[in-house]
Protein backbone atom coordinates (compact mmCIF):
# COMPACT_ATOMS: atom_id res chain seq x y z
CA UNK A 1 0.00 0.00 0.00
CA UNK A 2 1.73 3.32 -0.83
CA UNK A 3 2.39 6.23 1.84
CA UNK A 4 2.17 10.01 1.40
CA UNK A 5 4.21 12.12 2.60
CA UNK A 6 3.23 16.08 3.00
CA UNK A 7 5.25 18.79 3.06
CA UNK A 8 5.57 22.80 1.87
CA UNK A 9 3.18 24.10 4.67
CA UNK A 10 4.38 26.93 7.10
CA UNK A 11 3.45 30.37 8.28
CA UNK A 12 2.48 33.13 5.41
CA UNK A 13 0.90 36.29 5.72
CA UNK A 14 -2.14 37.41 3.62
CA UNK A 15 -2.05 37.77 0.51
CA UNK A 16 0.93 35.15 0.19
CA UNK A 17 1.72 32.02 -1.60
CA UNK A 18 2.13 28.66 -0.57
CA UNK A 19 3.31 25.39 -2.45
CA UNK A 20 2.28 21.99 -0.82
CA UNK A 21 3.85 19.09 -2.30
CA UNK A 22 2.81 15.05 -1.47
CA UNK A 23 5.55 12.06 -2.22
CA UNK A 24 3.88 8.60 -2.52
CA UNK A 25 6.15 5.74 -1.99
CA UNK A 26 5.35 4.67 -5.11
CA UNK A 27 3.89 5.03 -8.62
CA UNK A 28 0.42 7.07 -8.92
CA UNK A 29 0.03 6.44 -12.40
CA UNK A 30 -2.77 4.40 -12.07
CA UNK A 31 -4.34 5.70 -9.36
CA UNK A 32 -8.55 6.31 -9.92
CA UNK A 33 -8.14 10.25 -8.06
CA UNK A 34 -6.48 12.20 -5.95
CA UNK A 35 -6.67 15.81 -4.11
CA UNK A 36 -6.12 17.55 -1.30
CA UNK A 37 -8.37 17.98 1.91
CA UNK A 38 -8.15 20.76 5.04
CA UNK A 39 -9.43 20.69 8.17
CA UNK A 40 -9.21 23.83 10.23
CA UNK A 41 -9.64 24.36 13.92
CA UNK A 42 -13.03 22.94 15.59
CA UNK A 43 -14.08 21.92 11.76
CA UNK A 44 -14.62 18.86 9.77
CA UNK A 45 -12.30 18.00 6.99
CA UNK A 46 -13.44 19.31 3.55
CA UNK A 47 -12.75 19.07 0.14
CA UNK A 48 -9.78 21.87 -1.52
CA UNK A 49 -9.95 19.73 -4.78
CA UNK A 50 -10.24 16.09 -6.23
CA UNK A 51 -9.36 14.80 -9.58
CA UNK A 52 -10.64 11.75 -11.06
CA UNK A 53 -8.13 10.48 -13.23
CA UNK A 54 -10.36 8.38 -15.29
CA UNK A 55 -12.20 11.02 -17.78
CA UNK A 56 -9.97 14.17 -15.77
CA UNK A 57 -13.18 14.95 -13.49
CA UNK A 58 -11.37 17.92 -11.49
CA UNK A 59 -13.56 19.95 -8.82
CA UNK A 60 -12.36 23.30 -6.52
CA UNK A 61 -14.30 24.17 -3.41
CA UNK A 62 -15.83 27.22 -4.00
CA UNK A 63 -13.76 28.87 -1.36
CA UNK A 64 -10.34 28.13 -3.54
CA UNK A 65 -10.95 28.60 -7.21
CA UNK A 66 -8.87 30.85 -9.25
CA UNK A 67 -6.47 30.99 -6.18
CA UNK A 68 -5.50 27.47 -5.44
CA UNK A 69 -3.84 25.15 -8.21
CA UNK A 70 -3.57 21.09 -8.68
CA UNK A 71 -0.86 19.85 -10.46
CA UNK A 72 0.90 16.12 -10.56
CA UNK A 73 4.40 15.10 -11.85
CA UNK A 74 3.46 11.07 -12.35
CA UNK A 75 7.24 10.62 -12.93
CA UNK A 76 8.14 12.12 -9.68
CA UNK A 77 5.26 10.18 -7.75
CA UNK A 78 3.98 14.01 -6.80
CA UNK A 79 1.41 15.09 -6.19
CA UNK A 80 0.95 19.71 -5.67
CA UNK A 81 -1.10 22.26 -4.47
CA UNK A 82 -0.24 25.67 -5.29
CA UNK A 83 -1.78 28.05 -3.10
CA UNK A 84 -2.14 32.03 -4.49
CA UNK A 85 -3.87 34.90 -2.43
CA UNK A 86 -4.15 32.91 0.56
CA UNK A 87 -6.90 34.48 2.95
CA UNK A 88 -6.71 33.83 7.13
CA UNK A 89 -9.95 31.13 6.57
CA UNK A 90 -7.22 28.94 4.53
CA UNK A 91 -5.79 28.50 7.80
CA UNK A 92 -5.68 24.91 8.46
CA UNK A 93 -4.08 21.22 8.14
CA UNK A 94 -3.82 20.19 4.62
CA UNK A 95 -4.02 16.29 3.63
CA UNK A 96 -3.15 14.59 0.76
CA UNK A 97 -5.44 12.13 -0.36
CA UNK A 98 -5.10 9.43 -2.76
CA UNK A 99 -7.53 6.24 -4.11
CA UNK A 100 -5.43 4.21 -5.94
CA UNK A 101 -6.84 1.22 -8.01
CA UNK A 102 -7.91 -0.81 -5.83
CA UNK A 103 -10.28 1.89 -4.63
CA UNK A 104 -8.18 2.13 -1.46
CA UNK A 105 -8.61 5.47 0.00
CA UNK A 106 -5.18 6.97 1.52
CA UNK A 107 -4.35 9.48 3.55
CA UNK A 108 -0.76 11.66 4.28
CA UNK A 109 -0.06 12.92 7.74
CA UNK A 110 -1.11 16.31 7.09
CA UNK A 111 1.07 19.85 6.84
CA UNK A 112 0.02 23.15 8.96
CA UNK A 113 -0.72 25.97 6.83
CA UNK A 114 -0.98 29.28 8.68
CA UNK A 115 -2.36 32.59 6.94
CA UNK A 116 -1.49 35.26 9.66
CA UNK A 117 -0.22 39.02 10.03
Known amino acids: QLHLVESGGGLVQPGGSLRLSCVASGSIYNSYAMGWYRQAPGSERELVVSLITDGGSLRYADSVKGRFTLSRDIARNTLYLQMNSLKPDDTGVYYC??????????WGQGTQVTVSS
Open 97 to 106: NLIDRYRSVL
